[in-house]
């Protein structure tokens, strides 16, 4: 089955697999996640399901707008790191892609208009620092990863705004994401530490070599762990995240490890496929928190 998208071709395969499903569903989950830690209780599901239901729309499509954007700009790089995407295969054309980013796009700010100018304005943050990332932030290495934590960490935010609430306890889950989400993009460095290096691309695993960057994955890795047992200590979180954050931190502090002994690509990449899934747990267990 194909789309024709401005006399180019776009198959429905491809579209799918240039917005990152699981990653987009993930942040539009996050922002539920945020809405729910901002609530006083899971009320938030009968009193704000109309704007709950907007906000994973708008957090999905806007991750799936960034993923898209990131694709266009690395069509050279990938053909060395990651030939096999959409883009870099020849199997989507570059004018399908922009159409796709700029109807992505479109949907997801006009959803985070309809739940009103605060998570409006986060959104447009977050599509910004996206876009920079992806035209200037790659090159620059640890700030880069940043820039992606932020956007990736932002949905907690953005789904705190749904409820009108931006609490310390918001922003102690959005700190633990975004420690994590940088362990990871450094970790991600070290799978493509080769066709960065021949972009330029100046990752820590291009500076410093793959084991000197494991080293500070695995330091961003436990300051995530460190920083996930406050909400217990201060209250915010019961039994039941406790049990499910003590699954994510060892499994994440496990692979951070294995990382370290082993810091070649192959072994980054099946990493940050599973710091990924721990990661989905981990927001489970957020979600849970107030169980």
Aim: aromatic share 8%; net charge positive.
């Amino acid at each position: 089955m194909e789309v024709r998208v401005l006399s180019e071709k776009c198959r429905v395969a491809d579209i799918i697999s240039i917005c990152r499903p699981v990653n987009s569903l993930m942040m539009g989950l996050a922002v539920v996640v945020g809405a729910t830690i901002a609530s006083p209780s899971y009320s938030i599901v009968v009193e704000y399901p109309i704007k709950l239901i907007l906000g994973f729309l708008a957090g999905s499509l806007l991750t799936a707008a960034s993923m898209v954007f990131n694709d266009i700009m690395d069509i050279e790089i990938d053909r060395i790191n990651a030939p096999h995407k959409p883009l870099s295969s020849g199997r989507m054309s570059p004018s399908c892609a922009w159409t796709l980013f700029a109807v992505l796009t479109t949907l997801g700010l006009l959803l985070s208009l309809l739940i009103g100018i605060v998570p409006l304005a986060i959104a447009l943050a977050s599509l910004l620092v996206a876009v920079a990332y992806s035209v200037r932030g790659k090159k620059t290495g640890l700030p880069g990863n940043m820039m992606v934590s932020f956007t990736v960490a932002i949905p907690i935010l953005f789904g705190g705004s749904i409820v009108g609430e931006l609490s310390g306890r918001l922003l102690a889950f959005y700190t633990i994401i975004f420690l994590a989400n940088t362990g990871r993009e450094i970790t991600k460095g070290i799978v493509d530490v080769i066709g960065d290096s021949a972009k330029n691309v100046l990752t820590l695993s291009v500076r410093y070599g793959s084991y000197k960057a494991a080293l500070v994955a695995l330091a961003f890795y436990a300051s995530a762990v460190v920083l996930s047992v406050i909400p217990v200590l201060m209250n915010w979180a019961g039994t039941l995240y406790a049990a499910l954050v003590s699954v994510v931190d060892a499994g994440i502090l496990y692979y951070a490890l294995v990382l370290v002994r082993d810091p070649r690509p192959q072994t980054a990449f099946l990493v940050k496929e599973k710091v990924r899934y721990l990661m989905l747990l981990g927001l489970v267990a957020f979600l849970l928190s107030r169980a």
